[in-house]
């Protein structure tokens, strides 16, 4: 029976991609403990969940990985910085998103470069799902940008009009 195992090049963008995902949990909880110091509870809720969905991202690499017989690397993952408002959260939010988004793309690249069909597919549904984070982020940094016209007043209502749904 033939042993099936994963390009080299592959696992090394599973175990980036890995990371960056941890890292983008860590970034969205902090943005999550920004948000309960300073009392914007739709905020909390908000990039708890978002926190959470990242986690969710990179179980979903580490699963493929382990199906194919590799255990990812991890590595140390850096602290974020400290944000400065809420607007400054989407702002780098949307940052963080896009270049998920093209990492995800060279990923997916490099699969096809390497007719890699699961990886194909797997890093196709990435590419999707960070697409939809990036437009939605845009949209969000718009908004937070609208409100802020308000001052902090405008920023209260973005977190109990939009942030708290």
């Not at 090394?12 to 990371?19: F, G």
């Not at 850096?78 to 949307?94: H, W, Y």
């Not at 990923?107 to 960070?130: G, P």
């Not at 437009?135 to 016209?149: G, P």
């Amino acid at each position: 029976m033939a042993e099936y195992t994963l390009n080299t090049k592959i696992t090394k963008l599973i175990d980036d991609l890995v990371n960056e995902e941890l890292f983008a949990s860590y970034h969205y909880k902090s943005a999550f403990a920004w948000c309960a110091l300073k009392n914007y509870d739709g905020g909390k809720a908000f990039f708890d969940k978002e926190s959470q969905d990242e986690q969710v991202h990179a179980t979903g690499l580490i699963d493929y990985a382990a199906d194919w017989g590799h255990l990812v690397k991890f590595s140390d993952v850096a602290m974020p910085d400290t944000f400065k408002s809420l607007v400054d959260i989407i702002d780098r939010s949307l940052d963080l998103e896009f270049v998920l988004c093209v990492k995800y793309n060279e990923a997916y690249k490099v699969a096809v470069d390497l007719q890699v069909n699961t990886a194909i597919s797997l890093f196709a549904e990435y590419i999707k799902i960070q697409d939809k984070a990036v437009r939605e982020y845009s949209t969000l940094l718009q908004q937070a940008k609208d409100y802020a016209t308000g001052g902090e007043m405008g920023l209260r209502l973005f977190d109990k009009d939009i942030l708290s749904k």
